[in-house]
């Protein structure tokens, strides 16, 4: 994460363009080599900071009172990690925004940004389906899922993220 928050911070100072892997590691306090070791790209250093996100959403949806249904639980965790201040501080937030801009107009970035959106659903397909065998069986209409509910947690995650997309 220390890797991830300098990449970040240099993005955000400098620019994408002109920041160097070497410089991430500088700021890291690490060797090259060792930053090699754990990111091929210097665009795949912020990947952590975009899991967080998807790690928190999944968490909120999967610690949301039992008596919400899965479409309740969703929603509950919308509003608590999607707002300010409530499952994240405004400072994380506006990192993540310019970091989430900045995925817009660099195609290596977004490229890191869709993998982890992309893995963030499976996560979320397994909490759906942990809400589902607890006992509402209308999740998968209302969310039109599939068995797996892989297609559901895919259309959940897509709303998120053009919601965040269209917010930063």
């Known amino acids: 994460m220390e890797i991830a ?9 400098h620019g994408l363009r ?3 892997a070497e410089d991430i590691a500088r700021a890291a306090g690490i060797a090259p080599r060792t930053f090699y070791r754990y990111f ?3 665009e795949e250093a912020v990947a952590p900071l975009y899991a967080v996100g998807a790690e ?4 909120a949806v999967r610690d949301a009172p039992a008596a919400l249904s899965p479409c309740e639980a969703l929603e509950h965790a919308v509003r608590y990690t ?5 499952g994240v ?9 310019t970091l989430i801009r900045l995925a817009e107009t660099n195609p290596a970035l977004r490229k890191v940004w869709a993998e982890v959106c992309h893995t963030a659903e499976r996560g979320l397909a397994e ?19 599939s068995p ?13 993220r053009v919601a965040v997309e269209y917010w930063a």
């Open 40 to 42: 091929a790209t210097k």
């Open 82 to 86: 999607l707002t300010p201040g409530g």
């Open 127 to 145: 909490v759906l389906a942990a809400r589902l065998s607890a006992g509402d069986d209308n999740v998968a209409a209302r969310l039109a899922a």
């Open 18 to 20: 002109a920041t160097r």
């Open 89 to 97: 501080s405004a400072p994380s937030w506006e990192s993540a925004r």
């Open 148 to 160: 797996g509910l892989r297609f559901g947690a895919a259309v959940a995650g897509a709303a998120v």
């Open 56 to 59: 928190r959403w999944a968490e």
């Open 5 to 13: 928050r300098a990449a970040a911070r240099l993005f955000v100072g």
